[in-house]
């Protein structure tokens, strides 16, 4: 037993000497923990890193949105009496006027029965200017012009019904536009459920879309507005003129519509608008470059150069643009902001800073 213990003693001074060597020859070195961020750090050299200093600026916070585009006017033409198609007066695909003939339905029919009606108004005006001029001589009774003056109602209201049914007979366009293809032939027998043809008012158009409910302080009828469509560079105007009166609940967001001229028809209903919606201009905002933002657990951060250090700041950001970053709290005019390296740099790394002004 007596042996085994003292194998043990000398195993544990062993050890120990073996740790004391190595504490003594990490001192001798100089030694100890390095790195950015240890007590080492600050015999470390500066990294190199490029940054830019902060200044008041003019931003103009623009929105992108998409939208579609959408006819003026656009409706599906039918009839609203039946009958055979007397009369096409319309080409495919042209411009018609409001007004213009477009179908004339058979009314032959309805011209018989409003003669037959006619004639029974004449025949009840007849029987009751004549059931006057006996009440008038007390050979009637009251109730006995009264059913005469009736039936004269009866016969005028019948004829009325006719003629109403013989004007829609004629269709007629009723707004300018351009009419579609059509769906029927002379000939053809039509009902109120019958698609002539598709009419389309192009001039001006529509553009519907809508905002994020965080920005619906910020839009204003009235507002223009640049959109471009899918297959063409040109840049169109807009203005907002109608704005929902609430959000919509299960989006969130809050819908809008413009107008934009369409004189040579280049813009298509049912195509996508890729929109820039101006906001709010801001006359000293503060911009820092997308690259320097660092997304953290809690926000986001930046680091800041200062006395020849890395300072972590958090900041709050609202807009971002294809390039910058609007920041709303977190940084002075004057800070330098990195932009360079951001990845590698902790809390009080030394840093030796090219500087651009932003």
């Given at each position: 037993?007596?042996?085994?213990?003292?194998?043990?003693?000398?195993?544990?001074?062993?050890?120990?000497?073996?740790?004391?060597?190595?504490?003594?020859?990490?001192?001798?070195?100089?030694?100890?923990?390095?790195?950015?961020?240890?007590?080492?750090?600050?015999?470390?050299?500066?990294?190199?890193?490029?940054?830019?200093?902060?200044?008041?600026?003019?931003?103009?916070?623009?929105?992108?949105?998409?939208?579609?585009?959408?006819?003026?006017?656009?409706?599906?033409?039918?009839?609203?009496?039946?009958?055979?198609?007397?009369?096409?007066?319309?080409?495919?695909?042209?411009?018609?006027?409001?007004?213009?003939?477009?179908?004339?339905?058979?009314?032959?029919?309805?011209?018989?029965?409003?003669?037959?009606?006619?004639?029974?108004?004449?025949?009840?005006?007849?029987?009751?200017?004549?059931?006057?001029?006996?009440?008038?001589?007390?050979?009637?009774?009251?109730?006995?012009?009264?059913?005469?003056?009736?039936?004269?109602?009866?016969?005028?209201?019948?004829?009325?019904?006719?003629?109403?049914?013989?004007?829609?007979?004629?269709?007629?366009?009723?707004?300018?536009?351009?009419?579609?293809?059509?769906?029927?032939?002379?000939?053809?027998?039509?009902?109120?459920?019958?698609?002539?043809?598709?009419?389309?008012?192009?001039?001006?158009?529509?553009?519907?879309?809508?905002?994020?409910?965080?920005?619906?302080?910020?839009?204003?009828?009235?507002?223009?507005?640049?959109?471009?469509?899918?297959?063409?560079?040109?840049?169109?105007?807009?203005?907002?003129?109608?704005?929902?009166?609430?959000?919509?609940?299960?989006?969130?967001?809050?819908?809008?519509?413009?107008?934009?001229?369409?004189?040579?028809?280049?813009?298509?209903?049912?195509?996508?608008?890729?929109?820039?919606?101006?906001?709010?201009?801001?006359?000293?905002?503060?911009?820092?470059?997308?690259?320097?933002?660092?997304?953290v657990q809690n926000g986001k951060k930046v680091f800041v150069a200062k006395d020849?250090?890395?300072?972590?700041?958090?900041?709050?950001?609202?807009?971002?643009?294809?390039?910058?970053?609007?920041?709303?709290?977190?940084?002075?005019?004057?800070?330098?902001?990195?932009?360079?390296?951001?990845?590698?740099?902790?809390?009080?790394?030394?840093?030796?800073?090219?500087?651009?002004?932003?």
């Amino acid at each position: 037993m007596k042996i085994k213990y003292i194998v043990y003693t000398l195993l544990i001074l062993g050890f120990g000497s073996l740790v004391a060597y190595r504490i003594m020859q990490n001192k001798s070195e100089g030694g100890g923990p390095k790195g950015p961020g240890g007590p080492g750090g600050a015999g470390m050299p500066a990294m190199r890193v490029n940054g830019v200093v902060v200044q008041p600026q003019h931003f103009s916070n623009t929105l992108s949105v998409t939208g579609s585009i959408e006819a003026n006017e656009q409706i599906q033409i039918r009839p609203q009496v039946s009958g055979v198609v007397q009369s096409i007066s319309f080409n495919e695909g042209s411009k018609v006027s409001k007004g213009q003939v477009l179908v004339k339905v058979d009314d032959s029919e309805l011209r018989a029965q409003l003669a037959q009606a006619q004639t029974r108004q004449s025949l009840a005006a007849e029987n009751e200017r004549r059931a006057e001029l006996l009440l008038k001589k007390e050979a009637i009774s009251r109730e006995e012009y009264d059913v005469a003056r009736a039936d004269l109602k009866s016969a005028q209201a019948q004829s009325q019904l006719i003629q109403a049914q013989l004007a829609k007979t004629t269709i007629r366009a009723p707004f300018s536009g351009r009419i579609g293809l059509r769906n029927i032939s002379e000939g053809s027998f039509i009902s109120p459920e019958t698609v002539i043809a598709n009419l389309v008012n192009t001039d001006p158009v529509k553009i519907t879309f809508s905002v994020p409910e965080k920005y619906a302080g910020q839009v204003k009828e009235n507002s223009t507005l640049n959109f471009t469509v899918a297959g063409s560079s040109k840049k169109y105007n807009a203005t907002v003129y109608a704005i929902e009166p609430g959000i919509e609940a299960s989006s969130r967001t809050l819908q809008l519509r413009a107008r934009a001229s369409n004189g040579d028809g280049s813009l298509m209903p049912g195509s996508f608008a890729n929109i820039e919606l101006p906001l709010t201009v801001i006359e000293d905002a503060l911009l820092v470059p997308t690259e320097a933002v660092i997304p953290v657990q809690n926000g986001k951060k930046v680091f800041v150069a200062k006395d020849g250090k890395a300072k972590e700041t958090m900041i709050e950001t609202e807009t971002r643009t294809e390039k910058d970053v609007l920041v709303t709290s977190g940084l002075q005019p004057g800070d330098t902001v990195l932009t360079t390296g951001i990845m590698m740099l902790k809390e009080g790394s030394p840093v030796k800073v090219a500087v651009g002004n932003k």
